[in-house]
């Protein structure tokens, strides 16, 4: 049952200048999350453009065109990961710093952004916020009801929302930085790069951005498996969503306490990564650009870092251009489904797929209702799914059919770049690199809608609400 | 709501011996409508594949190789037009009267088949039947309550309803047939084969089915509007749907009098018609190996042509490997989106993608239901449509991936002939006829699969039911 939305009038104006300024951005992000987001993305993209084409931040002290400038600021703001320039060689150390600060800027961010969402969501739906209530499962607090003004997300609590995610983030990085180091110098490199290399692979790792500091990127460290497990932990880490983190940092031990959307997105997650593990294993055993020449524990470790890294890690030891078609396939689908939900990862979200397969288990069971892990899922969820995977699947096409016109090249790489940009997942064929301004344009462009655009669109959706006045006659088409 | 299905007992027991059997098929049919499908595809295909194997069948008097026999069996019942050997030449004429008959009752059988399941759902969902019921859309007549024995579907309701669909379809292909033989014998055909030819053009466009009789297939009458004209006409009366045929036959003058399947299967299909004709335009106007030297209006007609077959028709005046790769993805979506329910076309249908945008604009709409033409459409006819498009989605994707396996060709032409295959499209890249045996019997599987499996999926779907004897308490998790 969809709710009416309250007035809109704010009861908690301000008499002094800051308090006006802080009111009407209250009102803005309040009334509209969605458009507020897509205002602070564009404004971080627009000012990190000009920040990455100053002579500053190139490696040669040159002015770098406005088409890689744009790019490489959606890439680092969106942590896409895909360039058009050689990342570790093009850039100065001021250019590498903006990077730095630029995917830090883009993971807090959306985390913020999908929390607040999230929230503003679910108060106005007058549920009560699953987001912060870990394990809070007792359906009498799941109330439908009127929304008053008290229940609105204020400024304040978006800034006790962005240190929280803020101090996650920084300890998360810490902790995969320090546990890198000391692999980094068993390796061979040099304590000073071995310590900035660490933070900064910490860095792409966690914010699931996937950009190498060393020119040679892992290359030195392949056979580390030490130090790839490590990525793979900071990966999943950010790609797993913050409210999972949140419920497991106070709830990790009580899973009884986990709440429906914890164990949705771990177990479909998990699901995922062994699924692409044994599929990556039985495609690339015997193929000798990729795998061929591994034993078999070194297969399963490459395979599984592969699945990993396609949820939306980026990072990677072979050239993507080597695998099998049949790889290449199975790693659309994995990026396209991306990670879980108010995570750094993108796609249409590990939750989107469960709820469809959960609508078709309950088709084919005859269930009336949704149903996992003992709970019931209320219909409406599957309609905002549908709406997400529309969404994606109409991006993905457009921006495809856009680059195959534009550069003929074989569907194998165009599909394959198209949706790491859309799942910002930042593997790449080689393709992205090689093309005009336009495809970069479009490339551009599909990073922003792939991030930018799943984030907001399912609030802006879950958040429209209309009372119908009168109730047509129903009537059923023949589907199938 | 979902109905608990009567208790199954049959209360028109028969005393004589064929009474009993038809009493049998009468309740095997009724009880297990999906399964009794199931059965009668795979008996036919059986069938075929002994006749196609027979040395008679084939022009030489060899014996057609069992994969070879078999590939064409599936695709004759399932009136597919894929190939694995060349249709014009390989048969004798006695193959060809096999294939003339085999398409037929392929035809028959799925429209009788899909009408049937389409009956017996409606009516176990107790719920008056929409099929038959020309433009009925008065919602008092669709309350919900039991079923009572009487509703059940009857093996003399089933001779009824095969004898309009054989009507409709022998008129049908009587007139194109008629309308044909003229154009062949303008085109400097000989009158024996413009008539026999005539009929068999006829039979492959109204089936969908796409095989061509004469060794140079369509090439003679590319420049034939007329010929190609009167095809398109017979491809899109098969693609449409016999509910649809069944309406416009009665109605055709009093659109207030149709029902909402009618609507919106005419409407879906009319913008994707459209929709791909000016894709194909845009995409291919200055393509030298397709339209690049055609003026303005030939472009128009070629790229109507094109879209029209697509849906799923099967026949085309260019080698369809010429087409951009953006061409071919663009074809890919319109095939597997494929043509309206009950048809002999194949792929999700029409209205299953109505649905899910219809689900997409209530959601953006913030509507509690999805609404088409003054109509609301109950939830479950999305869950419906979700589990239909992953069926699809999840046929498709193992085959392209095994396929790519086996043949290590590039995507863009796999995932047409794939499609193709699912789809029941029959426009060809030339990769199904170079395919080695292992992907001759995957490809005849997913013939099989896009056929039977979603005609008969959504029937059993729809049909499966459960008393849920308690209410689990409600959670939302988050999606996007
Ligand atoms: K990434
Ligand atoms: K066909």
Request: glycine content about 8%; proline content about 4%.
């Amino acid at each position: 049952m969809r709710i009416p939305a309250p007035t809109r009038r704010s009861v908690y104006a301000s008499r002094t200048p800051i308090g006006r300024i802080r009111d009407m951005i209250d009102e803005f992000s309040e009334q509209s999350p969605s458009r507020f987001a897509i205002l602070i993305f564009t404004a971080m993209i627009l000012i990190f453009t000009v920040l990455f084409s100053l002579p500053v931040s190139q490696a040669k002290g040159a002015v770098t065109p406005i088409a890689d400038a744009l790019f490489t600021a959606v890439s680092v703001i969106c942590v896409t990961g895909l360039s058009t320039v050689d990342m570790a060689t093009h850039w100065s150390v001021v250019g590498h710093i903006f990077i730095f600060i630029g995917v830090q800027i883009g993971a807090l961010g959306v985390l913020t952004l999908a929390s607040i969402l999230g929230l503003a969501v679910s108060r106005k739906l007058g549920l009560k916020s699953r987001l912060m209530a870990a394990g809070d499962t007792n359906p009498m607090r799941m109330r439908h009801g009127a929304v008053s003004e008290g229940q609105a997300v204020r400024l304040g609590e978006i800034g006790g929302l962005l240190a929280t995610v803020a101090v996650s983030s920084l300890v998360i990085q810490l902790v995969i930085a320090l546990l890198l180091i000391p692999r980094m110098l068993i390796d061979g490199v040099a304590l000073a790069p071995a310590i900035t290399d660490s933070f900064y692979y910490s860095a792409m790792a966690f914010t699931n951005t996937g950009f190498a500091p060393n020119a040679e990127g892992l290359a030195p460290f392949e056979n580390d498996y030490w130090f790839l497990s490590i990525l793979m932990l900071g990966v999943f880490m950010g790609s797993i969503g913050f409210p999972i983190i949140y419920v497991l940092s106070r709830n990790l031990k009580k899973p009884k306490r986990w709440s429906l959307h914890v164990k949705l997105t771990l177990v479909t997650s998990l699901i995922l990564i062994i699924a692409g593990a044994v599929l990556y294993i039985v495609l690339e055993f015997d193929n000798p650009k990729t795998y061929g020449d591994l034993n078999a524990g070194d297969t399963i470790f490459q395979s599984l870092f592969l699945s990993v890294m396609t949820r939306s890690g980026g990072f990677s030891t072979i050239p993507i251009s080597d695998l099998n078609g049949s790889s290449l396939l199975v790693t659309d689908m994995l990026m396209f489904i991306g990670g879980g939900s108010a995570s750094t990862a993108g796609g249409i979200k590990v939750t989107t797929l469960a709820v469809l397969f959960l609508a078709a288990f309950a088709e084919a069971r005859g269930n009336e209702s949704m149903e996992a892990f003992g709970r019931r899922i209320p219909g409406d969820v599957l309609r905002l799914g549908v709406s997400v995977v529309l969404w994606g699947a109409t991006t993905v096409a457009v921006s495809t059919i856009v680059i195959l016109q534009i550069t003929k090249a074989p569907l194998d790489f165009v599909l394959f770049d198209v949706i790491s940009a859309f799942a910002t997942s930042g593997l790449t064929t080689g393709l992205t690199a090689s093309l005009p301004d336009s495809g970069i344009y479009v490339m551009a462009a599909t990073m922003f809608m792939g991030r930018v655009g799943t984030v907001t669109l399912a609030a802006a959706l879950a958040a429209s609400q209309r009372r119908q006045l009168f109730r047509r006659p129903e009537e059923r088409p023949i589907v199938g």
